[in-house]
């Protein structure tokens, strides 16, 4: 696992962002491929379903991929007016090892 | 919930930033966004396309469901659309009664492969080939969800369910029913296209396609069919991460996404048949 | 008013439009084909719409959703093609849909049909059965009024000879003013949180569950409610009688003709006449059966009516079948018991021994 003192820090532009109902999620997962930069992955927590959910990390376009295959309507999106440089998980933790926007 | 780890951001609040919402959590058109469908389940996906549709084309108050019977039902209750609930496989004559008194409105059916392939098929048949000025509307999971994963008259080839324990034979169980193919040849049939919500780009492709059936519709064109391939992960007994990859993989073979008859013609490969 | 002479169906169908019948669907079938017919003539002149549905099964279905609309509309068939509607006819109670059924059977062993249902369920369907062309213009009428006032499928119950006699009928003059139906949908609430939903489950709008307890116990007051008040019956002759002979529908003419005759020659015989075979009018044949020695019932099949006669009197007075199966080549119920002088010989025999063989 990485801590703050020992990894690489990345500043990566992020267009937008997404409000994620935690509470209505069933942790299906569906959201985490289909996000084209990359930036959800699951939770290790549980909501009081008993489900993981997904958390966003640095380099949302706001481009509502998530929520268009969320079956349980639980993803609002946002785009920023302005793109903003926000400090990104080291690569290896991310999943895609590719934190570059895409969108 | 803890999110304390700093890479991890905030989405439990509207943010902070100045910003454009542009995209909401359920359709306007439903009166919850709380549903007791499975975890993974490709009907939502579907509906919240479905009553977009709607809202965007400005038909929300000219506008009559009718509603067949399968997990989708449990939504009728949700739907903020006036509906007619249908029986089992009756939908589309439920739908011609009505738009024969209605004949302003729009009508749509919503059905599963269970209730319009299996207890239905010469009701839709028979609709289409009449010209009805109506929009059927498929979800094609190949399985009956609502009993707990039974074969259907579209189930793929090879398919595991708890009627066809070791995948779908030809053989033994027969060929699944491509229904879109099967309406092409019809007169009456303006639109007909195959859809899928495996993945976003799918689910664009997929609204896109219930636009064109109900402008066809609204344009007196005749009848229209969409259907749309969902996942029911329950039902194909996998995770639900798995579920769009199967659709592809397996059901996605059988009945291949694209459109299949735009303004009355057969194109793409339903021509060739 | 005119009397025009008309065919049984198509007086039927004249008389549905006049009360305000804007849809129809049938699938053509022997003695019901001319009803479907007549709509197909009728309909389209005033704006209606009448479908050769591809079958029973889909001609309920396209009427289901017309009547969910708010419009008057109506089906119909034979017992066989009503065999098939079953399903639609128990759930279409359920959602409350003010359905007409114009049933011509062949013969009248379709009793079990008609009144209990083939469907699932507890539901029940008022039945007419009309004794003549006349009588089955006004049960028309009647069945569409009954249909919205209760919300409750209507079935017309008649045979062969009932859609294929001419006879001099009268139809009313006053003009259908379509009845408001605040439950009915037509498409405009969507958004407003207020949209519809017509269903046979007892599904509410903002509500993922369902009730059906509840939501059946209602239906059933509500049938508990028409059974009080729909029955409807006819008798001449029962003060004296010491047999009283029962029968519906086109039988019951020639029932009716042979008791008026006997009567004629002094002989204590009475007439009494369900014409709802539901509600049974089981209050007033009850009335009417007191003082006699027997019932004698004759019907044109294995023996059903019996059943609801039976339940009617509760042992009080004895209750024979004097009727029976009886049909023509084809299966239609043109058969030799439909003759005065075959039912007088029944009668004869019933008021002779007290005592009946069919």
């Not at chain 1, 706001?62 to 639980?74: E, I, Q, W």
């Not at chain 2, 194909?236 to 996605?252: H, N, Q, R, S």
């Not at chain 3, 009080?228 to 003419?253: I, K, M, N, P, Y």
């Amino acid at each position: 696992m990485a801590h703050r003192g020992c990894r690489a820090m990345t500043l990566v532009e992020t267009r937008g962002t997404i409000r994620i109902d935690s509470e209505r999620c069933k942790g299906c997962e569906l959201c985490i491929p289909a996000c084209p930069p990359r930036v959800l992955r699951m939770s290790e927590g549980r909501n009081t379903r008993g489900a993981r959910v997904p958390e966003l990390l640095a380099g949302c376009t706001g481009c509502s991929a998530c929520l268009l295959v969320c079956p349980d309507f639980c993803i609002e999106v946002y785009q920023y007016a302005e793109p903003v440089m926000l400090e990104a998980v080291n690569a290896s933790e991310s999943g895609s090892g590719d934190n570059e926007v895409t969108a | 919930m803890s999110s304390d780890r700093l890479d991890v951001l905030d989405t439990h609040g509207r943010p902070t930033r100045v910003s454009t919402r542009v995209g909401e959590f359920e359709p306007k058109l439903l009166l919850d966004g709380e549903h007791d469908l499975c975890p993974g389940c490709g009907e939502p996906v579907a509906i919240r396309l479905l009553l977009e549709v709607i809202e965007e084309l400005g038909y929300a108050q000219d506008s009559i469901g009718v509603i067949g019977i399968g997990c989708y039902t449990a939504f009728t209750g949700l739907i903020d659309v006036d509906l007619i609930q249908a029986l089992h496989g009756r939908a589309p004559s439920v739908a011609t009664g009505a738009k024969r008194m209605r004949p302003d409105k729009l009508l749509f059916t919503l059905q599963g492969d269970g209730d319009m392939v299996n207890e239905g098929l010469q009701e839709v048949i028979h609709t289409a080939a009449r010209g009805e000025s109506v929009t059927c509307v498929l979800l094609n999971n190949g399985v009956f969800g609502e009993t707990g994963g039974h074969m259907t008259a579209t189930t793929a080839l090879g398919q595991r369910t708890k009627t066809s324990l070791e995948g779908r034979d030809a053989d033994y169980h027969g060929y699944p029913i491509p229904i879109a193919e099967l309406l092409v040849p019809l007169g009456g049939v303006s639109y007909v296209a195959r859809g899928s919500v495996a993945d976003a780009k799918s689910v664009v492709r997929t609204k896109a396609m219930l636009r064109k059936a109900f402008e066809a519709q609204i344009a007196g064109e005749g009848f229209s069919l969409v259907e749309i391939l969902t996942m029911c992960p329950t039902g194909w007994f996998i995770p639900t991460a798995d579920g769009p990859g199967y659709l592809d993989e397996v059901l996605g073979e059988v009945h291949a996404a694209g459109e299949l008859v735009v303004g009355g013609k057969p194109v793409g490969k339903g021509a060739s048949g | 008013m005119t009397r025009t002479l008309m065919e049984g169906s198509e007086a039927i169908a004249t008389a549905a439009v006049a009360a305000g019948c804007r849809f129809f669907a049938g699938y053509p079938m022997t003695p019901f084909t001319e009803v479907l017919e007549n709509f197909g003539k009728r309909l389209p002149a005033v704006g209606g719409v009448c479908i050769n549905a591809e079958s029973e099964i889909e001609a309920i279905g396209m009427t289901w959703g017309a009547l969910a609309t708010g419009a008057r509309a109506a089906t119909g068939s034979t017992g066989q093609g009503l065999a098939l509607m079953q399903e639609s006819l128990s759930e279409i109670t359920r959602a409350e849909l003010p359905l007409v059924v114009f049933h011509m059977a062949r013969g009248q062993g379709d009793y079990y049909q008609a009144t209990r249902g083939g469907g699932h369920g507890d539901y029940r369907h008022i039945v007419y059965a009309p004794i003549d062309v006349r009588e089955a213009v006004e049960l028309t009428e009647l069945a569409f009024d009954r249909a919205d006032h209760w919300r409750n499928p209507v079935q017309i119950y008649g045979d062969y000879l009932l859609a294929h006699t001419s006879e001099g009928v009268e139809f009313t003059a006053d003009p259908f003013v379509p009845v408001a139906k605040d439950w009915a949908v037509d498409g405009s609430l969507g958004g407003s949180g207020r949209s519809r939903n017509i269903n046979p489950i007892g599904m509410q709008k903002g509500s993922k569950s369902i009730d059906p307890e509840s939501f059946w116990k209602r239906l059933q007051v509500k049938h508990d409610q028409i059974e009080a008040s729909e029955a409807r019956f006819e008798s001449e002759s029962t003060e004296d009688a010491e047999l009283l002979v029962v029968a519906f529908g086109s039988v019951a003419r020639f029932v009716r003709h042979v008791v008026r005759e006997l009567r004629s020659e002094g002989r204590k015989v009475g007439y009494a006449r369900p014409i709802s075979l539901w509600p049974f009018p089981a209050e007033a044949l009850a009335a009417a059966a007191r003082g006699t020695q027997r019932v004698a019932v004759l019907e044109q099949n294995a023996g059903q009516m019996i059943d609801d006669v039976r339940l009617s009197v509760l042992g009080s007075v004895p209750v024979v079948g004097i009727g029976g199966i009886s049909s023509d080549s084809a299966g239609f119920g043109m058969g030799p018991l439909l003759d005065t002088r075959v039912i007088r010989g029944r009668i004869e025999s019933a008021l002779e021994n007290l005592e009946v063989s069919t």
